[in-house]
C-alpha cells in the first residue's frame, strides 16, 4: 500500500522557510531551507537526488508555490514518469500553473554562456562586476517561480569544454541571480561515491548556501542509502548521517537511525 506525501496543513512559515516534504528529513533541517538559499544536492549514480527534487518540488506545488523544475538529462515525460510512478498526481499542479518541468539542452546553454564571455571579453576586460544576462535564457517568459530546481550542474560543467573560468563565472552569477529573484534554488551535482567529495570542481558547495548529500555505497555485503546536511548557512541542523529509503510513494529519511558510524567523512 503507497503512503501518501502528506501536505502539513498546521502553521509553518513558508514564507521565511521551505519545507522538502520528505517525511523524516525536514526534521533534521530544523526550521527547514531559508527562503532564497541556494541548495546543493550531491551524490553518486542511483543515490536518489532527482527523486529528492522532484519530491520537494511536488510537495511545495501542492502548497501553491510555483516550482520550475529544469533537467539537462531527461524529457518532461520521463520527469512525469518518475513522479507518476510514486502516485505524485503532479498532472493536477501542472494544470494549475504551479509546476513546471522543463527539458533543457547543456550543450546549447554552455555555447550561450561561452558566447556571452567571450563577447563581453571583446569589448572590455571581464571584472567581477559584470554580469551575464541569464535569466533571459533559463527561466520560461511569464513565470515567477518561488523554487527553481537544476538537474544537475554536472551536466552543464561538462558541456563547458574545460572552460573552467566560464563555468565558474556561470555558477557564481547564476546563484547570485536566483538570490536576487528572491527564489529558492537547488541544484544537484554528481560525483564518485565518496564520503568527502560533494561536487566535481569545489566551487559549487563553496558558493552554495546549504550542501545536501545523499549517499548509495556498499556497506559490507550490502548496499546502503543514507543523507546527510552538510551545511545551512546561519541556521542550526542535525549533524549525522541518517538512513535513507526509496519506497513506493518516495523517499523517507530515518533520523534516529545513524549509519556509517565507523566511517570518518572528514
Not at 503512503?3 to 521551505?18: F, H, M, P, W
Not at 571584472?127 to 513565470?143: A, T, Y
Not at 537544476?150 to 572552460?163: K, T
Amino acid at each position: 500500500m503507497k503512503r501518501e506525501i502528506k501536505v502539513n496543513k498546521g502553521k509553518i512559515d513558508d514564507s521565511v522557510y521551505l519545507k522538502t516534504g520528505v517525511p523524516g528529513f525536514d526534521k533534521l533541517m530544523g526550521n527547514g531551507i531559508p527562503k532564497g538559499h541556494t541548495v546543493l544536492v550531491s551524490g553518486g549514480a542511483g543515490s536518489g537526488k532527482t527523486i529528492f527534487c522532484l519530491q520537494t518540488a511536488f510537495y511545495q506545488a501542492s502548497r501553491g508555490k510555483k516550482c520550475l523544475y529544469i533537467s539537462f538529462e531527461e524529457n518532461e515525460s520521463r520527469l512525469l514518469s518518475h513522479m507518476r510512478k510514486f502516485g505524485w498526481d503532479c498532472d493536477k499542479y501542472i494544470k494549475e500553473g504551479t509546476l513546471k518541468l522543463i527539458k533543457s539542452s547543456s550543450i546549447d546553454l554552455a555555447k550561450r554562456i561561452e558566447d556571452m564571455v567571450n563577447q563581453m571579453s571583446k569589448s572590455k576586460f571581464l571584472k567581477n562586476g559584470d554580469i551575464l544576462d541569464l535569466k533571459k535564457i533559463i527561466i520560461p517568459q511569464g513565470f515567477d517561480p518561488d523554487l527553481i530546481i537544476m538537474d544537475s550542474l554536472s551536466s552543464i560543467s561538462s558541456a563547458f569544454n574545460n572552460s573552467t573560468f566560464s563555468y565558474r563565472l556561470y555558477v557564481e552569477q547564476l546563484f547570485d541571480l536566483f538570490s536576487k529573484m528572491n527564489a529558492t534554488s537547488i541544484f544537484t551535482t554528481e560525483t564518485e561515491q565518496s564520503l568527502s567529495k560533494y561536487s566535481r570542481s569545489g566551487i559549487e558547495e563553496f558558493l552554495a548556501d546549504s550542501v545536501i548529500v545523499l549517499y548509495y555505497v556498499r556497506n559490507g555485503s550490502v548496499k546502503e542509502r543514507a543523507s546527510e546536511i552538510l551545511k545551512v548557512r546561519g541556521e542550526r541542523h542535525e549533524e549525522k548521517i541518517v538512513a535513507m529509503q526509496i519506497t513506493e510513494s518516495g523517499i523517507v529519511a530515518y533520523p534516529e537511525q545513524e549509519v556509517f558510524g565507523n566511517i570518518k567523512t572528514d
